[in-house]
């Protein structure tokens, strides 16, 4: 039907048929909706006017009911079409009234479409592929991958020293951060980042690799009772969990594994711009305030200042 072909199972004397009774129906229906738009009118008495109409609208009704069991006969005669795209209950969005706004029945008929030929152009060339004899097998690449020494990630492992120095370095770089690292279990280093009167971020570090970070507020208690950092629980204000929720997006965006000192410092910097975490407006709505909450989010490149809303 979407390619404009019907399919054998279409009954297409009664399918036509079926056009024509919809034809009728319609002009059925026009005709009573114009005699209740007429009302009693075009007759001389009160009585006649009223017994003209009630007999003119029980003519029409009976019209339309005429037209709706011949409709609903050729109905069952047509036969349903094959189902060339089973969508399943996606079908009912061909029933949406705003189709010309929103039309995601015939995108997915089309996506559906693609999808199926894709899969086919596929299954040829990989028939075309396996037919090619390759000059390796699986077996002597395996036994020359045995042969050759694998590469141990030197950038993995750096001495505590070198890390203590890069550290060192970015905490030199901005005066408004204080940075404290500490080793409590063992060579993983741990910061606690205090930036001005503001924040204060929990690092966990794995040699110079950054695994979680944790975003607090400047008077909240980063420590467990039993005086260690607290790397589990979270900030009991909403601004600042948003905030770890970028600082987290931000790790994923910051990655350089041939050069970590330098995903670091990044890092770092863009976390500096949140020392007007409450001064600085949105760029985009130039409001401070969103929702109760202040811009969060900082642009990776420019770490200007946005709503969670307003950066998309």
Same mark, same amino acid.
């Given at each position: 039907?979407?390619?404009?072909?019907?399919?054998?199972?279409?009954?297409?004397?009664?399918?036509? +048929?079926?056009?024509?009774?919809?034809?009728?129906?319609?002009?059925?229906?026009? =005709?009573?909706?114009?005699?209740?738009?007429?009302?009693?009118?075009?007759?001389?008495?009160?009585?006649?006017?009223?017994?003209?109409?009630?007999?003119?609208?029980?003519?029409?009704? @009976?019209?339309?009911?005429?037209?709706?069991?011949?409709?609903?006969?050729?109905?069952?005669?047509?036969?349903?079409?094959?189902?060339?795209?089973?969508?399943?209950?996606?079908?009912?969005?061909?029933?949406?009234?705003?189709?010309?706004?929103?039309?995601?029945?015939?995108?997915?008929?089309?996506?559906?479409?693609?999808?199926?030929?894709?899969?086919? @152009?596929?299954?040829?060339?990989?028939?075309?592929?396996?037919?090619?004899?390759?000059?390796?097998?699986?077996?002597?690449?395996?036994?020359?991958?045995?042969?050759?020494?694998?590469?141990?990630?030197?950038?993995?492992?750096?001495?505590?020293?070198?890390?203590?120095?890069?550290?060192? =370095?970015?905490?030199?770089?901005?005066?408004?951060?204080?940075?404290?690292?500490? =080793?409590?279990?063992?060579?993983?280093?741990?910061?606690?980042?205090?930036?001005?009167?503001?924040?204060?971020?929990?690092?966990?570090?794995?040699?110079?690799?950054?695994?979680?970070?944790?975003?607090?507020?400047? %008077?909240?208690?980063?420590?467990? &009772?039993?005086?260690?950092?607290?790397?589990?629980?979270?900030? %009991?204000? +909403?601004? *600042?969990?948003?905030?770890?929720?970028?600082?987290?997006?931000?790790?994923?965006?910051?990655?350089?594994?041939?050069?970590?000192?330098?995903?670091?410092?990044? *890092?770092?910097?863009?976390?500096?711009?949140?020392?007007?975490?409450?001064?600085?407006?949105?760029?985009?709505?130039?409001?401070?305030?969103?929702?109760?909450?202040?811009?969060?989010?900082?642009?990776?490149?420019?770490? &200007?200042? *946005?709503?969670?809303?307003?950066?998309?």
């Amino acid at each position: 039907m979407a390619d404009g072909v019907l399919s054998p199972g279409v009954n297409l004397e009664a399918f036509s +048929q079926a056009i024509a009774a919809i034809q009728a129906l319609r002009s059925s229906v026009t =005709r009573a909706f114009d005699c209740l738009k007429d009302g009693m009118r075009h007759r001389e008495t009160l009585e006649g006017r009223e017994k003209g109409f009630v007999s003119a609208f029980q003519d029409s009704l @009976h019209s339309v009911s005429r037209d709706l069991g011949e409709l609903e006969r050729l109905s069952n005669l047509v036969g349903k079409p094959s189902e060339n795209h089973p969508l399943h209950n996606s079908g009912l969005l061909s029933l949406d009234p705003v189709q010309d706004k929103t039309p995601l029945y015939s995108q997915l008929l089309q996506a559906y479409k693609w999808s199926n030929k894709l899969q086919y @152009h596929a299954g040829l060339a990989s028939g075309l592929l396996n037919q090619q004899s390759l000059k390796r097998s699986a077996n002597q690449m395996g036994v020359s991958a045995k042969r050759r020494p694998k590469a141990q990630p030197t950038t993995l492992v750096l001495p505590p020293q070198y890390v203590d120095d890069v550290i060192n =370095r970015i905490d030199r770089m901005f005066p408004e951060m204080s940075i404290q690292l500490s =080793r409590p279990n063992g060579t993983s280093a741990m910061l606690l980042v205090t930036l001005g009167k503001v924040l204060k971020v929990i690092v966990v570090m794995r040699s110079l690799f950054i695994d979680r970070t944790i975003v607090k507020g400047y %008077n909240e208690n980063v420590y467990t &009772e039993d005086g260690k950092l607290d790397i589990w629980s979270k900030s %009991n204000y +909403q601004v *600042f969990q948003k905030v770890t929720d970028h600082a987290t997006t931000a790790l994923l965006h910051y990655q350089l594994p041939q050069m970590p000192d330098v995903v670091v410092r990044s *890092f770092m910097t863009w976390l500096r711009s949140y020392i007007k975490l409450f001064q600085a407006p949105c760029q985009r709505c130039g409001k401070f305030l969103q929702d109760g909450l202040p811009p969060t989010w900082r642009d990776f490149r420019t770490l &200007e200042a *946005f709503h969670d809303t307003c950066r998309q």
